[in-house]
């Protein structure tokens, strides 16, 4: 073997079998050589002791990131959820350990990932496009079934002679020098640089239309990505529709419907008012009848007699279980038969039927306007029975009082 | 058989053990032409593909009113598919990382396609969500984006930790995945004949050439992943199994749910496992690799989760009558015997019943044998949570708001479509990538040892 020393790189061994590659090594590594390395299809082991491969800092790394990983979890939810936009979600904490445990360990295992893999590439010195080795035939089987020593000519003890001798007596199926690499250009492929530069420039295209967009204004309505949910198919107010005879799309409400201010102008029957002073009187459209007494009191006992009792004593059911439980903030009803509430205008009883009084609440919206009058002449009736004079009384009456 | 002349029945060539073992598995991806069945399988998986694509498109179109999603049971399909593939992907994993820290070499024959299927089943997955929240423009939302309106995710809800652990186990299984196969991809870039292979498989590689000192940390570094996977399969199904857990609806409030859905996930990873395995090891002549023994072990991990997933329905059961509680005891009255008892009874079937047969060592050395039962547990599996969604949801603590469940024509394409994607991808892999990891499979043959025996 002739060689000019200016293109030598370094001597390579082939071996057939992991074995005599192991064993070489360790004649290699007795030696004192220290820029040499094996190269082989698969890890083999024991080989690390045999070369004096030392232990790899990675670890280190990846607890580093997985500390990194760690610490974005906590400041990520904590910042999002605790800090910066606030919310109350099922009566849980804005921040707890528990409920952010999982997000904590998949960030530890996300980052420790990318650590191992990106951080083995880095200290392998990968990617690695070209490399001297690679313009020998016999080299490409070190990926298949051969096994192969390299020592480089940078080596401090590296010597021609010397070296070949040393190889030459781990029984090696051959030993070959490897030359420099001056065919490989350390630059990159032109065209690949080009397209490099091309997709760089394309991709940078949305980011100017979401930068355009940001900074302009327009008075076009916004885009509708998907039409049928911003224009559905239905009528709404104020449309034409040829279904119907009036050729409109809303409709007239049913026959009975009661509307909050039905009789606008009528103050005397929607407010039991006239000029601002509650009325003395029923209203004119009020008949006082049989059968609007009846209609009161069946009224009567469904809204007011769980509170009131049924005879208006304040002692309904709801009153006597508030009662029973002694909670201490229940006020109890009003006993209807008391003096000031017989002198009351019927207008006022009409009031607080209508709108409510102190605890309770006013019962309008759920009793249509007549039968709320209906409702104040039969609570004159039992304030009536409650206090009526000796003489109003028929004789059987008194009678069964004595 | 008229495919004598097939190049994958045919001895592989090469003088020694290593060499024969990278002849077999590369020429898989070498041969100018694949195996008719590949085309065949493919023609299939294409049609299904774009099956998916219409439904998808229709699914836009029209929004989600093409489903059969209903009051009450507002989950439907989608999380029934999503959690269907989100569990076949945890056997990859599992046989990548679990397995390796175990010691058990035999897992070097299987793991990479198993890794490969788990990815693939991870994007089936995640599409599903995707398609379901029902506007397909606003799934960004689900990421901690910071964005105008301040508008943060809700880490205190399953749903937002479903995101990362999904995102982070698809993204630490493709790394694993891909670190996996740079040797490989070393190996067919140095046995490329054309230009654009060795261009392509020599950028995969990132010039690996294989040397000790790179191998060592190499092997850190897959064992650094193999130790954080571990914990991370564990933890995804374990994750998704909270977004029922935490509810408070019968049939999903349980503790037992974490480990039941992993020992489920396993179970099913393991069955789509032999399901592509006996298939594929027939098409790829890929039988000396994958041996009858694999299969057998892979028959008795499904033998043995299958029995776990057994002891779990009969432990909801159990549960259900100690606790005490009316509502859970008649939810699980009505899995075995309302209006949906028969999905109940076809999960039990070929969930618990069927993998029996493994008990017998002559029908669990029986490839065919192994696929029918895979198929049916794959079945079963989807099966179980079509249960676990649909029984609980449709009748929960109001009679009155009861209702049945029926899946519409675009729920079923969108299953049968994922199906499409799945072996699209699957078949693409079989076909361009190292189906077996050469490198670790060279490893372990015992002419590997470096101070052993001279010759194999």
């Known amino acids: ?402 | 058989m008229a495919m004598a002349q097939s190049p994958f029945d045919l001895a592989p060539q090469g003088e020694n053990a290593f060499a024969r073992i990278t002849h077999n598995v590369a020429r898989v991806a070498e041969v100018p032409k694949p195996p008719r069945g590949w085309y065949i399988a493919f023609g299939i998986a294409l049609s299904l593909l774009s099956v998916f694509g219409v439904s998808i498109g229709w699914l836009f179109w029209q929004g989600i009113g093409i489903f059969g999603n209903m009051n009450p049971v507002f989950w439907a399909m989608p999380i029934v598919n999503f959690v269907f593939w989100v569990g076949i992907g945890h056997a990859g994993t599992l046989i990548s990382a679990i397995l390796y820290l175990l010691r058990q070499n035999w897992r070097t024959a299987i793991n990479r396609f198993a890794e490969a299927m788990t990815i693939f089943a991870v994007i089936c997955a995640g599409i599903f969500p995707g398609l379901h929240v029902g506007r397909p423009w606003l799934p960004y939302w689900m990421f901690p984006l910071p964005n105008q309106m301040s508008m943060w995710p809700q880490f205190r809800s399953p749903l937002e930790w479903d995101v990362f652990a999904v995102g982070t186990y698809f993204t630490v299984s493709t790394l694993f995945w891909y670190m996996g196969m740079i040797p490989d991809f070393g190996t067919f870039r140095d046995r490329s004949t054309t230009k654009l292979r060795k261009a392509i498989y020599g950028a995969l590689a990132m010039g690996w050439r294989g040397p000790s000192r790179q191998w060592h940390r190499y092997e850190r570094a897959y064992l650094i992943l193999a130790a954080l996977a571990t914990p991370l399969v564990l933890s995804v199904h374990s994750v998704v199994s909270f977004d029922f857990a935490t509810a408070q609806l019968p049939g999903w409030h349980a503790t037992i749910f974490p480990p039941y859905f992993v020992a489920g996930a396993i179970f099913g990873g393991f069955a789509m496992v032999v399901t592509l395995a006996v298939p594929a090891r027939q098409f790829f002549g890929l039988k000396r690799i994958i041996t009858v023994g694999h299969l057998e072990l892979m028959a008795k991990i499904i033998l043995a989760t299958g029995m776990m997933v057994g002891y779990a329905y009969s432990m909801e059961f159990f549960i259900a009558w100690y606790g005490g509680n009316d509502y859970e005891m008649f939810t699980f009255f009505n899995r075995a015997l309302g209006p949906y008892a028969w999905s109940y009874w076809c999960m039990i079937f070929c969930n618990v019943v069927s993998p029996q047969v493994f008990w017998s060592k002559k029908m669990r050395t029986n490839p065919w044998v192994i696929l029918g039962v895979g198929v049916l547990v794959n079945i079963g599996m989807w099966f179980e949570r079509f249960v676990i969604v649909i029984t609980s949801l449709s009748r929960d603590f109001l009679p009155s708001s009861w209702g049945y469940y029926k899946p519409t024509f675009w729920d079923f394409s969108l299953l049968a479509g994922s199906f499409g994607l799945f072996f699209t991808l699957f078949l693409l892999f079989c076909r361009y990538l190292p189906m077996v990891a050469m490198a670790e499979v060279k490893a372990f043959h015992p002419s590997a040892h470096g101070h052993g025996d001279e010759h194999h």
């Open chain 1, 1 to 402: 073997m002739s060689h000019h020393d200016d293109d030598l790189h370094g001597l390579l061994a082939e071996y057939e079998t992991p074995s005599a590659l192991v064993a070489a090594c360790k004649k290699v590594r007795d030696a004192g050589y220290a820029k040499w390395d094996t190269y082989t299809p698969f890890p083999v082991h024991g080989i690390e002791k045999a070369m004096g491969i030392r232990m790899t800092g990675l670890p280190w790394i990846v607890l580093a990131a997985a500390l990194v990983g760690l610490a974005s979890a906590v400041g990520l939810q904590w910042w999002t959820n605790a800090v910066d936009y606030k919310f109350i979600s099922s009566g849980k904490p804005m921040w707890s350990i528990p409920a952010n445990v999982p997000v904590y360990f998949e960030l530890t295992v996300l980052f420790s990932a990318f650590a191992a893999l990106f951080g083995m590439l880095i200290l392998n010195n990968l990617p690695e496009p070209s490399h001297p080795l690679d313009h020998l035939q016999a080299f490409g089987r070190v990926t298949d079934d051969r096994f192969f020593l390299y020592i480089e000519k940078g080596d401090a003890k590296f010597d021609l002679a010397e070296t070949q001798r040393l190889l030459d007596g781990t029984h090696p199926v051959t030993v070959d020098a490897v030359n420099e690499d001056r065919r490989t250009s350390d630059q990159l492929p032109k065209p690949l640089v080009l397209a490099a530069a091309v997709i760089a420039v394309v991709a940078l295209v949305p980011f100017a239309f979401i930068a355009k967009a940001r900074a302009t204004k327009t008075d076009k309505p916004k885009i509708h990505a998907m039409g049928d949910m911003d224009w559905q198919i239905k009528f709404q107010a104020q449309q034409p529709n040829p279904l119907f005879s009036n050729g409109m799309a809303m409709r007239a409400p049913e026959p009975g419907t009661v509307a909050m201010d039905e009789h606008p102008d009528d103050e005397h029957l929607t407010a039991g008012k006239v000029d601002g002073q509650f009325v003395r009187t029923f209203p004119a459209s009020v008949t006082i009848d049989d059968a609007t007494m009846a209609r009161g009191r069946d009224r009567y006992q469904v809204f007011c007699a769980p509170c009131h009792g049924v005879s208006g004593n304040g002692d309904g059911p709801v009153a006597q279980r508030a009662m029973t439980l002694a909670e201490g903030t229940w006020v109890p009803p009003t006993a209807l038969g008391q003096d000031y509430l017989r002198q009351m205008p019927v207008g006022q009883l009409y009031d607080v039927v209508n709108n409510g009084v102190r605890n309770m609440p006013g019962y309008g919206s759920q009793i249509p306007v007549d039968e709320r009058w209906a409702v104040v002449l039969y609570l004159r009736a039992l304030q009536k029975a409650k206090a009526a004079p000796v003489g109003e009384l028929t004789d059987a009456e008194r009678a069964a009082l004595k």
